[in-house]
């Protein structure tokens, strides 16, 4: 283990979990007014009514398609009955739709965020790093997707996995991803630079999405202390 | 029964001269800031016309307000919760910048940098949302006193078209709006995040913008389109009713300000109970009716055990807005049809038909004339219907009978008549006096009855601890500079203001010039020093 894997896939994780927890309680505590999605539909609707539902709904895809990559097991899988080749057809079926479609939408968006002049106006230079990084992380993402076409013995599952799953409970195995290859590398590591960007872009509009609203009574009242 | 307590507005539509001194007030007040260039608390349209944002009472387009549904359930005509969040990522009913108008300013520059030239330069319009030169085409009373082509008019579309020409000939008034602070406000149900509230104390309608996260389906959800987006922050903002003041028991801007005196604010206690049943009536025409059997007679003895400070349930025994609402029945609401039960009610006007009698040479004063114009001139009537009564002739015609019926009463009072004899009009003698003094002579107090804030003595208004040094606040050094934390309460803001105001003798020397102030950055002299914490 090198000075500079353990500093990759030991510390920079740690950091990047301290700054974004850290990151979104100071966000949350002095910044509730700039908390927003930052809308730019009254400029423009008719690409953002195509690109923006497209964009977020796969990218929600996408998270799914994450969370059952990385946290479970290869041999939970298989204990449930998905072989290795069933696992990597499907990963590769519905995560290539999801991720080109993501690669697609954020396309249109910046193509919009770009061209339209007001859009582009209200685009700060949080706003523009923001983007270059998602753009990243979505096409390194989808270029390990198709990488994946071949399923080996060497995948994701037996290498970033078990280390994305070692940083959760404190014990990084950092051979493990020493063993990933040089395309999971790189997307790991621009996702550990978005998650970075998170607490302090547009990006924090994510931890509100709405879902009390199907619960709480239509009607909200408020009463002053008394 | 639940009684709640709701300070509500009645305009009286016959003494507005369409000035806008209320629209320009309130903007200097409330809107002047980037981001919300565009927006109008307060706006004055010319009717017939387009209204601001342009046709926005065409709710099949805009699908605002409440319906029923099959089983006759109250349910929000653009869509219910699932489907708000199912189209959270881009609302697909909004109307866009152009709906409202591309807002502007001028290159004023160029009158001192142009070249020497045997032309006079120009300030040339500068678009305010792309900074790119601009053709001016529209704004939000670009059709004032029928500049325009007031046919694509909504309301003029339900009135049939035999009439439309004749009515333009003849007809013509203005209607100020700001937010109608709903019983049952759409706008409140269709947010998403809960930022929108409606305040139990006093029934002003407001957005929390520490929890509003720029959804935007509140700009769908009210009929009236009196949610705004600043395109600045990326939140929801809205008419505040001007609550600083009204706390304090001043009146607001637009009323203050109003040059004819048109405005009236006083309390309304209502039955929240009865809220709900009275916004799902099944037929339209009823809603205007529902909605005055969830009023409360304030001399009713279920009042006084009502949970309500004393002084509120004086001011509305008092209050002018009940008695031209429920009492002299002249104050209709604007498009109930819409159930939300909207609380800034409207008298209409009665002088076009006063105009049109005079113009074929009757006596436009004479109550029989007057009596036989309203029922001859059906558009004008028609047409007030759509707008006050979703279509129902009956309360516009009461409420026209009356005023012309005091109209005339009070001329013959006035010509020093021996007996004058009211016209029949279901009012006394005694009533068509008060009517007139309340309509024609109130003075600032009695067209102003406001109580100050629940629960605190006159002049002191609190935010739950009257003190800078709070966690978190001004007295507090902040980590991350000036603009980071929370903003002080604007009552504790106003209420030191106020004092500092009252009880300094010198003229400080750091005066700002509010007009000059484009809302960025805080210049000095915008608030009171800071005293030494001792």
Redesign the interface.
């Known amino acids: 283990m090198s000075w500079g894997e353990s500093m990759l896939w030991i510390v920079a994780p740690y950091i990047t979990i301290v700054i974004f927890v850290g990151g979104l309680i100071w966000r949350y505590r002095y910044d509730k007014f700039g908390w927003t999605t930052r809308s730019s539909q009254l400029y423009e609707s008719r690409l953002l009514r195509v690109a923006s539902p497209l964009f977020h709904y796969a990218l929600l895809f996408v998270i799914v398609g994450h969370i059952t990559g990385l946290l479970i097991p290869r041999n939970w899988m298989e204990a449930i009955g998905v072989s290795n080749h069933a696992y990597h057809v499907n990963a590769l079926t519905w995560g290539g739709i999801a991720g080109l479609a993501t690669l697609v939408a954020v396309g249109l968006l910046i193509y919009r965020r770009r061209t339209v002049g007001p859009v582009f106006l209200a685009t700060t230079n949080n706003d523009k790093t923001m983007y270059a990084v998602l753009a990243l992380a979505i096409l390194s993402g989808v270029v390990t997707t198709v990488a994946g076409f071949v399923p080996s013995e060497v995948s994701y599952r037996t290498t970033v996995a078990p280390w994305f799953r070692g940083v959760l409970i404190l014990q990084p195995d950092v051979t493990a991803m020493a063993h990933a290859s040089g395309l999971y590398k790189v997307h790991t590591l621009i996702g550990m630079v978005l998650i970075v960007l998170f607490p302090f872009s547009r990006l924090v509009h994510a931890l509100s999405a709405p879902l009390g609203y199907l619960f709480r009574p239509y009607i909200v009242y408020r009463r002053r202390p008394r | 029964m639940r009684i709640m307590a709701q300070i509500a507005m009645v305009m009286n539509l016959d003494k507005c001269i369409g000035c806008h001194t209320c629209s320009v007030t309130c903007k200097q007040t409330w809107t002047n800031r980037p981001g919300v260039e565009y927006v109008w608390f307060n706006n004055v349209e010319t009717r017939p016309g387009q209204g601001y944002p342009r046709r926005y009472e065409d709710q099949d387009r805009w699908r605002g307000g409440w319906t029923l549904n099959r089983k006759g359930k109250l349910e929000l005509r653009a869509g219910g919760?699932?489907r708000?969040?199912l189209?959270?990522?881009?609302?697909?009913i909004?109307p866009?910048?152009q709906d409202y108008y591309e807002p502007w300013t001028y290159d004023y520059e160029n009158l001192t940098n142009a070249p020497l030239s045997s032309d006079i330069p120009v300030a040339p319009p500068r678009s305010l949302?792309?900074?790119?030169p601009t053709k001016i085409s529209w704004s939000a009373n670009w059709d004032d006193s029928l500049g325009g082509d007031p046919s694509p008019d909504p309301v003029l579309a339900q009135v049939s078209d035999q009439v439309k020409l004749s009515f333009e000939e003849a007809f013509m008034f203005y209607l100020p709006r700001i937010c109608e602070h709903c019983l049952?406000?759409s706008c409140?149900?269709s947010?998403?995040?809960?930022a929108?509230?409606?305040?139990?104390?006093d029934g002003i309608v407001l957005v929390d913008?520490?929890?509003?996260?720029?959804?935007?389906m509140c700009v769908t959800g009210c009929p009236y389109k009196k949610m705004y987006?600043n395109?600045?922050?990326?939140?929801a903002e809205k008419c505040t009713f001007c609550y600083p003041r009204v706390e304090v028991g001043l009146p607001t801007v637009c009323s203050e300000t109003c040059v004819g005196r048109l405005r009236y604010l006083g309390v309304l206690l209502y039955d929240a109970d009865r809220v709900s049943a009275a916004a799902s009536v099944p037929d339209e025409r009823d809603l205007y009716e529902a909605q005055l059997d969830v009023f409360i007679d304030p001399d009713d003895p279920a009042v006084a055990s009502a949970d309500l400070p004393p002084d509120w349930v004086e001011a509305a025994r008092r209050s002018p807005v009940y008695q031209l609402i429920k009492k002299y029945r002249i104050a209709l609401p604007l498009h109930p049809e819409y159930r939300t039960l909207p609380m800034v009610w409207y008298v209409p006007p009665l002088s076009p038909v006063v105009d049109a009698l005079a113009g074929t040479g009757h006596d436009g004063e004479d109550a029989v004339n007057l009596f036989a114009a309203i029922e001859a001139l059906r558009i004008p009537v028609g047409y007030l219907a759509e707008l006050f009564t979703a279509g129902d002739p009956a309360p516009v015609n009461t409420a026209l009978r009356r005023l012309a019926a005091m109209r005339s009463y009070m001329r013959a009072v006035n010509l020093g008549e021996p007996h004058p004899v009211p016209p029949d009009a279901g009012l006394s003698e005694d009533e068509l006096r008060d009517m007139y003094r309340l309509l024609a002579l109130a003075r600032y107090d009695e067209r102003y009855v406001i109580p100050t804030?629940?629960?605190n003595p006159p002049g002191v208004v609190e935010?739950?601890v009257c003190s800078l040094d709070y966690d978190?606040g001004p007295g507090m050094q902040q980590?991350?500079g000036e603009a980071?934390?929370?903003?002080v309460p604007v009552s504790i803001e106003n209420f030191h203001g106020l004092k500092e105001r009252q009880t300094s003798d010198e003229i400080t020397h750091d005066r700002v010039n509010l007009l000059n102030w484009d809302g960025r950055g805080t210049p000095a002299g915008l608030f009171p020093p800071r005293r030494k914490k001792s």
Not at chain 2, 129 to 132: A, K, L, Q, T, V
Not at chain 2, 196 to 201: F, Q, S, T
Not at chain 2, 484 to 487: A, F, I, K, Q
């Open positions: 919760r699932l708000k969040l189209t959270i990522f881009a609302n697909p909004m866009s910048i949302i792309s900074g790119e049952n406000p409140v149900a947010c998403p995040s809960g929108l509230y409606k305040r139990e104390e913008q520490d929890r509003c996260r720029g959804w935007r987006f395109h600045k922050t990326g939140k804030a629940y629960g935010e739950g978190g980590p991350f980071s934390g929370r903003p």
